[in-house]
């Protein structure tokens, strides 16, 4: 399985239809522009070089003041031809805009992303209620389908932004955005809020995780299952979080139902928590019920005081949420 | 340039001349571009949300002569200036008098105006916008109408005269604009829900 | 004194001793702090604007360096989220505001006169009141720093978190408030800049002979004049809105995206407020070093003036990643990249002055051939963010960081230490350091560019602005600690500047009226000029009044040695317009204290506000008035009285 930071946010390197010509473009520009600047800083120091004085910088009255004429067609060749330049950019722009505007196929899925600070919620939309779900932070999807992403926020503006599968979109208050991606590889794909958000903006990650059309659809039929009933040792968790978590998480099946927080019926089965701020795994998991004002400061989880058996309970029992 | 021309030449405040009448028409440019800044926000928010955003078909029964009464200061503002060009002092201070007393009358009004409101500044974005776009307007009137009162204090001191009055000229340009700007704001929200 | 026009004797004389002594009598104001404070002259305020941007400049530097520690790893904790958060918003609005904007009014307010062969600003007293106002401002938004409550929703401050629902500390509120007593400043600067320009140039120096500094800055002002409102009114209406509960960009009914438009339908022409005069210094002081007249002055003037036009509608590319319909996206976009085409003339256009020149390889002349390259780099990384799907991967990425420093660095930064070198000895009659000035020319130069450019790739591997750390792994962390490097060798190339002003202002070569031979009026006068600028009022017949004598066009000479004198008081030309026809005297005011105490009473108007002391609000206000009864009251001695009056 791959790390969650893989493919990194590099997005020159396009693993989609609608970010290959986005990246395309942006690659050409880039180049143009390195073109520019290197033929504007060759022109300079040539110029410089090939035509000073000699003369220290106190004397510089002493080099007598002439008016050389032709100077002037240095202005024309050189906006004609940066017009030119500028001219071709504007008609590939032009071309890359229409090319991305809309998804070339019906959209295979629709995706609700919903803001918060500072983590992200996921609906799963269906015409059949019995069909939607929810889920924080880990988004699957399948290869090879346009997915259309419907964005809003709960609180204040936020960005979605999965580089390697396109560009951003911001999650306004009172408006809906629309914007849709693809990916045509099977991978985890890094994505992070772009629109400063408050204090924990630099810890609002989101992982995409791009996979063939059965193995999402596996993973969305588990998805579908609420959680499990507990048994055993596990009981003793279930009650603690009942009793300490459940005002602010929801867990499918259980009395959790609180909405503040990250959907966690199956978190045990994501990659990260924290909003990806950490990998998912026993030692960091512990540490972040522990303290979680440790880790991001400022983040709307309170510090719980748990003791040390309770928060091994607790712990486990989220463990257990696959 | 011969000297007999730079003799001629005028010195001190006069006419439209001097520095001051100039600024003023920046000043005019840049508060303009203020209440531009207003109305684009209400238009927004029209474009935003359609007529429904806006709670009351709102009544042109005060603002409809109170509009007469501001552009009627204008017009006694612009007599005030015309006297003083002419060397009238006395119909120059009369001319101000009035204009200042309609300007008074104007902002008593427009507090009857308010009063009559049933939306508050609190109560929604359509009273937020009519409240902070007339308060501004407002507190550009009770500026004009100390600029003119200043100036009707100077003209009963006998400070101006048919060459000396840039103070006055001043202070007219400005009362003219702040009536312009009346004409737009009332056309904005007293006017357009009524068309289309 | 009579001041009846029949009276005066204003035969054209020569610039005598004597003449000097008597208008040495009636400008030179008060010494000791008083009249310190309350002085007038223009040549003041502008030191003291350059001076006060300076230790801005300074400031926002140290939170920049701050920063770059905290960010010089992954996962680093020097700071905390929220001191992260208000350094980059301090560090941003001290940048953008209070030292690039206020640094070029610093050598305008300076120049101005000068260049244009006037005594001094149409307005000095309100010239005085926007500096005071500046100061202030900024002590006020730094007053809530200090005490804890920093803006920490960036310079760009937007709501919803900007709202007292996510913001409810008084941060917001210092930011709004002394923002608005900034927009004062801005304001009052660029209208006495325009009518200056307007009406106040020497004799003869028609609008095609004006400088280019001039051109650059009056655009800026006239930029002012039409989009600071928009500012303004932002910030006043998201404080109604924290403070009395109005709905202009609250989530509820109110419309967040409302403040972008109007944050950015300013601050888009703001970017051209403060970068068009820093390129007029260069198109001035360019062409001294390289011994000839800038190549195309009509058709730079022309792109000057189009690109502020142009600025006003392109507003919307700060917004491609909001939702903007498709038929707003397109047309913004290519408006994008059609405003980079006058930048190419002006670009053109020094390349051209170099190659058809002579150029004597100053620091100065360093710093503005540095500049033109830099200001090449910074348009194009603006024209790959025009470009509206790639700018929807580059908007909030450190790409844009890197930009927008290229153009604050590159096109202001650069342009002002050439500047420095220029005319710090006009301003202290002494020269600065040239090997001093090489060392601080290249520091500058590769600490700068250590710093930035490979920022463009960290933006381009996708990190976002505005977090206060990152984790492992994604190929950022190498690139930063590159940045963090240069951020120091730029501050050390910063330093070099500061104790090459500190040691020549006292033990530099001594400049002489004309140091680099330069064709502007500025040049003909003594360095530091007397308080009345010029002994007689030029006349001018050309665009290089000290030029002439070598370049002989027209067989006219400009006269500044004979002229009129003007001392019968404190006395300025005005000139028409268009074709700077003499048009009349004005009198000008005395020193006084009435533009300190105004700015005064209007900072502790706005603290008052902040603090809802509504009757030391009213107090204030009634000062206020006072204040400005006191400045406008008209006088005799500036001919604003009749003379038949009996006072």
């Given at each position: 399985m791959p790390t969650p930071a893989d493919p990194a946010m590099n997005y020159l390197e396009a693993f989609g239809e609608k970010a290959e010509a986005i990246s395309l473009l942006t690659w050409a520009l880039l180049i143009l522009s390195i073109a520019v600047v290197a033929i504007i800083a060759l022109l300079t120091a040539a110029g410089v070089t090939m035509r000073r004085t000699s003369l220290a910088a106190e004397d510089a009255k002493r080099e007598p003041v002439l008016r050389p004429s032709g100077g002037l067609s240095w202005i024309t060749v050189g906006v004609a031809l940066s017009t030119l330049a500028l001219f071709a950019s504007m008609a590939w722009n032009a071309y890359t805009m229409a090319a991305v505007n809309r998804p070339p196929r019906a959209p295979a899925l629709t995706i609700e992303v919903i803001g918060h600070q500072w983590w992200w919620q996921f609906r799963y939309k269906s015409d059949d209620p019995a069909q939607t779900f929810e889920t924080a932070n880990e988004a699957h999807i399948p290869i090879g389908a346009p997915v259309r992403l419907e964005v809003r926020t709960q609180d204040v503006i936020h960005s979605f932004w999965i580089p390697a599968l396109g560009e951003k979109i911001d999650l306004i208050p009172s408006q809906t955005n629309v914007t849709w991606f693809e990916a045509e590889k099977p991978g985890v794909y890094r994505g992070q809020c772009a629109e400063y958000c408050g204090q924990q903006h630099a810890h609002m990650a989101i992982a995409v995780v791009a996979e063939t059309p059965e193995a999402f659809q596996a993973w969305r039929v588990a998805q579908l299952h609420p959680a499990e009933a507990q048994q055993g040792g596990l009981i003793e968790g279930e009650a603690l979080f009942q009793a300490r978590c459940s005002a602010c998480h929801t867990v499918r099946g259980t009395l959790a139902g609180g909405k503040l927080g990250p959907d966690l019926t199956h978190v045990a089965s994501r990659l990260g928590i924290a909003a990806n701020t950490l990998q998912n795994t026993t030692a960091t998991l512990s540490g972040w019920i522990a303290d979680p004002q440790r880790i991001k400061p400022g983040n709307k989880m309170p510090t719980l005081d748990l003791q040390a058996s309770e928060l091994g309970a607790i712990r486990r029992y989220v463990q257990s949420l696959k | 340039m011969s000297d007999e021309a730079l003799r001629r030449l005028p010195v001190g405040s006069v006419g439209h001349k001097p520095f001051g009448w100039w600024g003023m028409l920046t000043v005019v440019m840049t508060?303009?571009?203020?209440?531009?800044?207003?109305?684009?926000?209400?238009?927004?928010?029209?474009?935003?949300?359609?007529?429904?955003?806006?709670?009351?078909?709102?009544?042109?029964?005060?603002?409809?002569?109170n509009t007469v009464i501001l552009l009627l200061s204008s017009a006694f503002v612009w007599w005030a200036e015309k006297s003083a060009a002419r060397g009238k002092t006395k119909a120059q201070s009369l001319g101000l008098a009035i204009a200042l007393l309609l300007g008074v009358v104007f902002l008593a009004i427009q507090v009857l105006e308010w009063r009559d409101k049933p939306f508050t500044l609190g109560s929604g974005s359509y009273g937020s916008a009519y409240f902070i776009t007339t308060g501004f307007h407002m507190a550009h009137v009770v500026v004009g109408a100390l600029m003119l009162a200043a100036v009707l204090l100077w003209s009963l001191l006998g400070y101006f005269d048919r060459e000396r009055h840039a103070a006055l000229s001043i202070a007219a340009l400005y009362w003219h604009f702040v009536d312009l700007i009346w004409l737009t704001i009332f056309f904005t929200f007293y006017v357009t829900p009524y068309i289309g | 004194m009579a001041v009846a026009d029949s009276d005066r004797s204003l035969e054209l004389q020569q610039s005598g001793a004597p003449a000097r002594e008597r208008l040495a009598r009636i400008w030179e104001g008060e010494a000791g702090l008083r009249g310190w404070l309350s002085t007038v002259d223009h040549k003041e305020y502008g030191k003291r604007y350059i001076a006060t941007a300076f230790i801005f400049l300074i400031l926002g530097g140290l939170e920049?360096?701050?920063?770059?520690?905290?960010?010089?790893?992954?996962?680093?904790?020097?700071?905390?989220?929220?001191?992260?958060?208000?350094?980059?918003?301090?560090?941003?609005?001290?940048?953008?505001f209070l030292y690039a904007q206020p640094v070029l009014s610093g050598f305008s307010v300076y120049l101005f006169p000068l260049l244009l062969g006037a005594r001094d600003m149409a307005f000095p007293?309100?010239?005085?009141?926007?500096?005071?106002?500046?100061?202030?401002?900024?002590?006020?938004?730094?007053?809530?720093?200090?005490?804890?409550?920093?803006?920490?929703?960036?310079?760009?401050?937007y709501p919803p978190y900007a709202s007292m629902r996510y913001n409810p500390g008084p941060n917001m509120d210092f930011y709004a408030i002394g923002m608005i007593l900034f927009g004062v400043s801005s304001t009052a600067g660029a209208a006495n800049f325009v009518v200056?320009?307007?009406?106040?140039?020497?004799?003869?120096?028609?609008?095609?002979?004006?400088?280019?500094?001039?051109?650059?800055?009056?655009?800026?002002?006239?930029?002012?004049?039409?989009?600071?409102p928009a500012v303004s009114l932002a910030f006043f209406l998201l404080w109604t809105?924290?403070?009395?509960?109005?709905?202009?960009?609250?989530?509820?009914?109110?419309?967040?995206l409302l403040w972008q438009h109007l944050f950015w339908i300013f601050a888009h022409p703001w970017v051209y407020v403060v970068v068009l005069p820093a390129m007029g210094i260069v198109s001035d002081a360019l062409p001294i070093f390289c011994r000839r007249p800038l190549v195309g002055y009509t058709v730079v003037v022309l792109a000057t003036v189009a690109t502020m036009v142009m600025g006003f509608g392109v507003w919307l590319h700060h917004m491609f990643a909001t939702g903007i319909p498709y038929l707003a996206l397109s047309f913004f976009s290519a408006a994008s990249f059609v405003i980079t085409i006058p930048s190419a003339v002006a670009v053109f256009a020094w390349i051209?002055?170099?190659?058809?020149?002579?150029?004597?390889?100053?620091?100065a002349f360093l710093f503005f051939a540095g500049f033109i390259v830099m200001f090449t780099l910074g348009g194009v990384s603006g024209v790959m963010t025009a470009a509206a799907p790639a700018d929807q991967q580059l908007t909030d990425t450190y790409f844009v960081v890197a930009h927008i420093h290229y153009v604050l660095i590159g096109i202001n930064v650069l342009a002002v230490m050439g500047g420095l070198y220029v005319w710090f000895p006009k301003m202290t009659g002494r020269l600065l350091d040239e090997r001093l000035g090489r060392w601080n020319f290249w520091t500058v130069f590769l600490g700068f560019n250590i710093a930035f450019l490979p920022m463009h790739w960290t933006g381009l591997a996708g990190m976002p602005r505005r977090i206060y750390t990152y984790p492992e792994g994604l190929g950022w962390t190498a690139v930063n600690v590159v940045t963090t490097i240069g951020a120091f060798i730029l501050a050390a190339g910063v330093l070099l500047l500061l104790v090459n002003m500190y040691v020549s202002r006292r033990h530099g070569a001594a400049a002489g009226p004309d140091?680099?031979?330069?064709?502007?009026l500025e040049w003909a006068t003594t360095s530091p000029p007397p308080t009345y600028n010029f002994a007689v009022i030029p006349a001018v017949a050309s665009r290089h009044p000290l030029w002439e004598g070598s370049l002989d066009e027209s067989g006219e000479r400009s006269s500044l040695q004979r002229g009129m004198i003007l001392d019968d008081g404190k006395e300025m030309l005005t000139t028409t317009a268009l074709d700077a026809e003499p048009d009349a005297i004005q009198k000008m005011p005395p020193d006084?204290?009435?533009?300190?105490?105004?700015?005064?009473?209007?900072?502790?108007?706005?603290?008052?506000?902040?603090?809802?002391?509504?009757?030391?609000?009213?107090?204030?206000?009634?000062?206020?008035?006072a204040a400005l009864l006191v400045w406008l009251w008209p006088q005799r001695a500036m001919g604003q009285i009749s003379e038949q009056a009996h006072v």
């Open positions: - | 508060e303009g571009s203020l209440f531009a800044y207003l109305l684009f926000t209400y238009y927004y928010f029209v474009v935003q949300y359609g007529r429904i955003w806006i709670p009351e078909a709102p009544s042109l029964r005060l603002a409809g002569p | 920049a360096l701050v920063m770059r520690v905290q960010l010089a790893g992954p996962n680093k904790t020097l700071l905390t989220p929220e001191q992260y958060n208000q350094l980059f918003s301090m560090h941003g609005l001290t940048m953008i007293r309100l010239n005085a009141f926007s500096y005071w106002i500046y100061l202030f401002s900024g002590l006020f938004i730094y007053a809530g720093f200090v005490l804890g409550y920093g803006p920490n929703d960036g310079w760009f401050n200056t320009f307007l009406r106040a140039r020497a004799p003869g120096m028609s609008i095609n002979r004006v400088p280019i500094l001039t051109w650059g800055t009056v655009t800026a002002s006239f930029g002012i004049l039409f989009s600071v809105d924290r403070q009395f509960g109005t709905d202009f960009f609250n989530s509820g009914q109110g419309q967040p051209a002055t170099i190659w058809t020149g002579r150029p004597v390889l100053s620091t140091p680099w031979g330069g064709p502007t006084t204290l009435a533009p300190l105490l105004a700015a005064l009473a209007a900072t502790a108007l706005g603290a008052a506000a902040l603090l809802h002391a509504w009757i030391g609000a009213t107090i204030f206000t009634l000062l206020l008035f």
